[in-house]
């Protein structure tokens, strides 16, 4: 069965400053693997996904993620942070054939200090 | 709006009354899915519909959570006689259906069991 591990469930960074949040997954299979962001009282919105095309994948807002097979893992990064990016970040795989469910991470917190 | 949409946006219910959750999931959108969202955890799995056809429910925590999708569009989570353990969010997505595509999340209906 997948699963999901996000390292920090809470993540400070100053305004400026560079942006890591930790992914890791298990799958007995290559797996689809998303970033979704989630506003206060707001529904969950896809940042990137990976779905095998490129290792390095670019989505909104500045963000990016490398797929690394032999860590198994799926970091998400931001060159330099602002204030607008403070949210709950959730990483989630999707590996079952035939089946889209997904598999959350328990979130990262991530603020913004100015 | 073109997103999905859910009702209500909040619920209190108290202990042993039924509930009736509705999602409005993005126009031609093949699949539907209803996940459960704790405070301060991930959203856990529990059930996905193709159209009409219910392919996983199980992620449902017990007999009383009853999730249907009759004509393939609208869907309506019930669970009978609430729990307090019940109290959560309750998120819809819907995506067009194909393994590793992007699910779109409604805002979320706040259930509180008293």
């Known amino acids: 069965a997948q699963s999901v591990t996000q390292l920090g469930s809470h993540v400070s960074v100053s305004e400026g400053a560079l942006v890591l949040l930790r992914c890791n997954y298990s799958?007995?299979?290559?797996?689809?693997l998303f970033w979704y962001v989630q506003y206060p009282n707001q529904g969950l919105q896809l940042l990137l996904k990976?779905?095998?095309?490129?290792?390095l994948v670019k989505g909104i807002n500045g963000f990016e993620a490398e797929f690394k097979k032999s860590e198994t893992s799926f970091h998400l990064t931001k060159p330099s942070a602002h204030m607008s990016d403070a949210a709950e970040y959730f990483c989630?795989?999707?590996?079952?054939?035939?089946?889209?469910?997904?598999?959350f991470g328990t979130g990262t917190r991530l603020t913004i200090i100015p | 709006g073109a997103g999905v949409s859910q009702s209500p946006r909040y619920k209190v219910a108290k202990r042993g009354q039924d509930v009736a959750l509705r999602c409005d999931p993005i126009?031609?959108?093949?699949?539907l899915f209803w996940y459960q969202q704790a405070l301060g955890q991930g959203p856990e799995f529990l059930t996905y519909?193709?159209?009409?056809?219910?392919?996983?429910k199980s992620g449902l925590p017990s007999d009383r959570f009853f999730a249907e999708r009759p004509e393939g569009s609208v869907s309506t989570l019930k669970i009978q006689r609430t729990q307090q353990e019940d109290s959560a969010v309750y998120l819809c997505?819907?995506?067009?259906?194909?393994?590793?595509?992007?699910?779109?999340f409604g805002p979320g209906t706040r259930l509180t069991v008293t």
């Open positions: 989630a795989v999707s590996d079952l054939p035939g089946n889209e469910k997904l598999t």
């Open positions: 990976y779905t095998s095309a490129a290792t």
């Open positions: 126009s031609g959108h093949v699949s």
């Open positions: 997505a819907s995506s067009i259906g194909s393994l590793g595509n992007e699910q779109y």
């Open positions: 799958s007995s299979v290559p797996p689809y």
């Open positions: 519909f193709q159209n009409e056809a219910q392919l996983d």
